[in-house]
């Protein structure tokens, strides 16, 4: 049987048409300008429509995002808001979605670990279904909430990133499968953290891994930093890059083993040739513009492309608009400067993970102290190839 036999009869008799059923380059060309989630519904159309359907979600490998700032007019948060219409438009089929929203406006039984029953939630019990729902089935999706958001806003790379200490804000990063990349979700609490399981999260033994991002909730509760440090002291001895922070809560994955107020850690190991990553770390000496755009600026030395590079900022509460003397967005702003077409996420969190380090090819270059930090930010660059 051809591939057009399956073809709608009523549109065969037509010169259009028969291109369309016929000449797999003309379809395929035209499916490029055409979003996933319709692309997936066209490939269903016929068997020439497939396989160029087939062909053109394989080279669907940039990396894209959503973001949202508020406040909401509606009974959800801001995100979630725009997520299911913005989702319709990527030109990606995501695998892993990392997801950061401000704690203040996302909190609920549905959606924390740390749930505060006093407070009455603005979401549904089955809001976390229905996030995972906007996603194809199997997408890995790390959510956390923290005390304050770093996004750029979603449509263009160039577009200048802003630092939400206060008001609702969110964003979701969507990675693609990626020839040369593997991203492996995690999550550990103390009942399930063992040398095993480390192993297989890709953490340790794991000569291609490349980079860590790594979020700890309820990081101050009696026995976390024991078990932080079962994470990251194999870490801090290898080549990985390793950035992240104390966060406020996490709302996905959910985790039924551990009681409420139980700590733990979620985070996505990268692995890969095609892996590079590069970070700064700007200290509690850093508090002016000028020093800020300098510490940046050495990322520079790590030679990262631009495409599929995102940049992450993991600062501490107490830095910002305050730290700089009332000065707004200064951190964000100096990063824009520097890398104009790098698009940046992060987090003002309880505590910063991450230090000087350059990862690239077989070496690494930086410091060796420790990972963890207070009034501080971390600067991190990620490539993915």
Known sequence: MSENEDFPAYLQDSKAAYVLSNVAEVVERIL?????????????????????????????????????????????????????????????????VLAMVDCEAFNGQAYCYRQNEAKKSRHSPDAVEELS?????GCDIIGIASPGIVLTPSGCCSSPPQEYQE??????????????????????CKK??????LKEAGLVENPDLRVVLIFVYE?????????????????????????????????????????????????????????????????????????????????????????NTLGFMFACVGRGQIYYNNQPNVEANAFHKVFPNTPLFGLFGNGEIGRDRIIKDDYALGDTD?????YTTVMTLVHLG
Not at 32 to 37: E, N, Y
Not at 74 to 88: F, R, S
Not at 170 to 187: D, L, N, Q, Y
Not at 370 to 374: A, I, V
Request: hydrophobic share 45%; charged share 20%; with cysteine.
């Open 32 to 96: 490029t300008f055409v979003p996933t989630k319709s692309l997936l519904r066209i490939a269903s159309v016929c068997r020439l429509w497939r396989n160029c359907a087939r062909r053109v979600l394989r080279t669907q490998q940039q990396l894209a995002w959503v973001s949202a700032s508020g406040p909401s007019n509606t009974e959800v948060h801001a995100l979630c808001n725009i997520l299911a219409e913005e989702v319709e438009k990527v030109f990606l089929l995501p695998k892993t």
């Open 133 to 137: 729902l906007l996603f194809p089935k």
């Open 370 to 374: 420790s990972l963890q930090h207070e």
């Open 192 to 197: 399930s953290i063992s040398p095993t399981a």
């Open 219 to 307: 990081a101050y509760t009696s026995g976390a930093a024991r078990f932080l440090s079962q994470i990251l002291d194999p870490l801090a001895s290898s080549k990985a890059l390793v950035a992240g922070g104390l966060i406020e809560s996490v709302f996905s994955p959910t985790r039924h083993c551990c009681a409420q107020g139980a700590y733990g850690v979620v985070g996505l190991a990268l692995s890969g040739p095609k892996v590079q990553g590069a970070s700064v770390l700007l200290d509690q000496d850093i508090s002016n513009p000028k020093e800020a755009e300098a510490t940046i600026r050495r990322l520079k030395a790590a030679k990262i492309p631009e495409r």
């Open 167 to 188: 008001g609702e804000a969110g964003f979701a990063v969507m990675f693609p499968s990626m020839e040369g990349v593997h991203i492996k979700p995690f999550h550990f």
